[in-house]
């Protein structure tokens, strides 16, 4: 019957864009060579109370002091302030000796934090920074159709997940280190000196060979 060969196309052309148009779904967009996935550093601040006294802190708030550190695993890249209301020189050569044990500098102003400090305390706070690759991976193109030639949504995840990992001090990725205008040159010097000064492997003649003996 003509109407049922007609129902039967028209099928068929719905089918064939349907398809069509699910693979344009999945292509890439990203016509750039620029990873849309870049690491994201993330701030956590632990905070813990000490009780204070005259001269700074006592032997037992030190060792208190000194296991929460060690608990937290205090290190490279973590940072470590004081809010003390009454800013007490004392304490804060206590807590910095702990820290330095640690190779860390007690830094100048502590962020906020939620609640107050109680009379007779002082706030030692610990804020360690993290860095990840929201969305990585990414396998959402899955259509083999690339009219763009665009590059694929997972395109640097490898790379900058891996940055985001191995870096000792995530707070890097978002500001450098800063120098301090010391250069240390006496390696490279060193060795300069010793290619120039050196004398040269001809200067002393060529050496005579001889088939004696053998």
Known sequence: MPFANHSKLAGALALSLGLALGACGGMPTNKSLYSL???VVERTSFTFDVRTSESGLTIS?????????ETMELGYGDRVSIDDPLVSEATYDAVAELAGRRGILVENGAPVTSGSVQPGYARV????SSASVPGCPDWSAKSDINLENATSPNYGCATNSNLAAMVANPQDLIEGQKGTG??????????????????????AGLSKNTTEGN
């Open 125 to 128: 706070v610990l804020t360690r």
């Open 61 to 69: 708030e030190q060792q208190r002091l000194d296991g929460w550190f």
């Open 182 to 203: 010391e250069t240390v040159i006496m390696s490279s010097t060193k060795a300069i000196e010793t290619f120039r000064e050196r004398a040269p492997t001809g200067a």
């Open 37 to 39: 996935k870049q690491p």
